[in-house]
């Protein structure tokens, strides 16, 4: 056995692997063989090179282990397409011959875990219906790999959202978004809708598939499909807020932007002004939105009576904060120049749940952090805004009392921080960095 679990085949020629109701038996052409329990061969997998001289007879496999296969997502492969570092077609149609994808997925553990398994079958498939379009006969095992891919979320199996099967690149529109990027998460699933089993199927089988995903969660029947297509964003905020309300933990939850707030955020909710004051724009926030629980987080400075800061005072950070240059010199002794607006909104996806926000501001100009909570000067305008539980205003240094806040030392690098609870689960957060100088 190797370090990583795998079988050693030391012996030249061919292997069989023979199912007992107990026990696996492993046997060297001409050799004497190894008895393996189930519970010790679940663990152990055949190396990927060694798979072509390994025959499985017997009884049916509960388990077979693949390591070495490797799957590579269409954004990576070069080729557009998703692929595997090592072909196991030949493979895969001998399994395929007497059982269904679904069911393979069960039996096969391949490199290590059941998202590779659900990943590298799926690519397999994929050939087959780029090569016959639409209708492809593989189309009945897409859907069946679909549902075995729900039940594995239903256990809590963690959903495949950073595995890219379908890519084109960015076109001639030119906004560096490619023109489709669709996770293999939401092309297993989109398989399960009513619309695609309906169109692709017709009478015992299509009846069947339906009753098969109703089994799982017949939610699954009428969950927006998501193409991926970069013209296609209210379809990936529902499907975002599906996932969320199943409790699916996808990793794309968030968008994290520099710009304009929900028209939620503002007065009249018409996308102009803040609730908390005319004259204060909805615009220039580095922006946290939840798409999946229906959270906006929003913080920016500005020039107290002046607007917003000059953008040549503000670097836009890659992880989604930013940074303001301020002055240090107080506008009075009792209030800086600037103030922090802020504004916690809660989206339409949002409507059914409750949130708890929390705004805290760090009055340590050094390295250290030293925040105060700051929440209940948002409740001021609670009772104005479009959902409840929404919280915003804006906040000037100087309102603190000196033993907290010294105006006339205030240079250093403060951080102000955003947070958004479900069920006391931190779910987002936005941070904006104040240089003072």
């Known amino acids: 056995m190797n370090a990583d679990g795998s079988l050693e085949l030391r012996q030249d ?72 570092e090592t072909d196991i077609d030949e493979f895969l149609a001998e399994q395929l011959a007497t059982t269904d994808a679904g069911s393979l997925a069960q039996t096969l553990t391949i490199d290590g875990s059941k998202a590779n398994t659900f990943a590298v079958i799926w690519e397999y498939l994929d050939d087959g219906y780029v090569a016959d379009g639409y209708y492809a006969p593989v189309n009945e095992n897409f859907v069946r790999l679909g549902i075995a891919y729900a039940d594995y979320l239903e256990d809590g199996g963690a959903p495949l959202t950073d595995l890219i099967g ?87 939850f968030i968008d994290r932007f520099f710009g304009d707030l929900d028209d939620r955020a503002t007065d009249d909710q018409d996308g102009d002004e803040m609730i908390f004051g005319d004259g204060n724009s909805a615009t220039n926030y580095a922006v946290s939105r939840h798409e999946g629980a229906g959270v906006e987080l929003a913080l920016k400075a500005k020039i107290r009576f002046g607007g917003d800061v000059d953008e040549d005072d503000v670097t836009y950070n890659a992880d989604g904060t930013a940074t303001f240059d301020l002055e240090a010199t107080p506008a009075s002794t009792d209030r800086m120049e600037w103030n922090i607006d802020w504004a916690a909104t809660i989206t339409e996806a949002g409507d059914d ?28 305008y609670s009772d104005d805004l479009f959902s409840d539980g929404d919280l915003q205003n804006s906040w000037n240094y100087g ?24 069920a006391d689960e931190l779910i987002a957060a936005q941070e904006i960095y104040l240089d003072v100088a």
């Open 13 to 84: 020629g061919d292997y069989t692997v023979e199912y007992y109701n107990n026990f696996v038996l492993v046997r060297p052409e001409g050799g004497r063989p190894t008895i393996f329990d189930l519970t010790t061969w679940s663990e152990r997998s055949i190396q990927v090179e060694d798979l072509g001289r390994v025959s499985f007879e017997g009884g049916e496999p509960d388990n077979i282990g693949i390591s070495g296969v490797g799957f590579i997502g269409a954004d990576e492969s070069g080729t557009q397409q998703a692929e595997t």
């Open 166 to 252: 379908k890519f084109t690149p960015d076109g001639p529109d030119g906004d560096l978004v490619p023109e489709r990027l669709q996770s293999l998460h939401d092309n297993l699933l989109g398989n399960l809708g009513r619309d695609a089993i309906e169109d692709r199927f017709d009478g015992a089988l299509e009846a069947e598939l339906i009753a098969a995903v109703e089994a799982v969660d017949p939610d699954l029947l009428d969950r927006t499909y998501y193409s991926g297509a970069d013209n296609k964003g209210e379809d990936y905020d529902a499907v975002r807020a599906y996932d969320y309300d199943k409790g699916y933990a996808r990793t794309d």
């Open 353 to 380: 749940d409750d949130f708890t926000f929390r705004f805290l501001a760090d009055v340590d100009g050094s390295a250290a952090e030293d925040f105060v909570d700051l929440t209940e000067t948002g409740s001021e």
């Open 399 to 422: 309102f603190f009392t000196d033993d907290v806040f010294d105006t006339t030392n205030a240079a250093g690098l403060y951080t102000v921080r955003l947070e958004a609870y479900d």
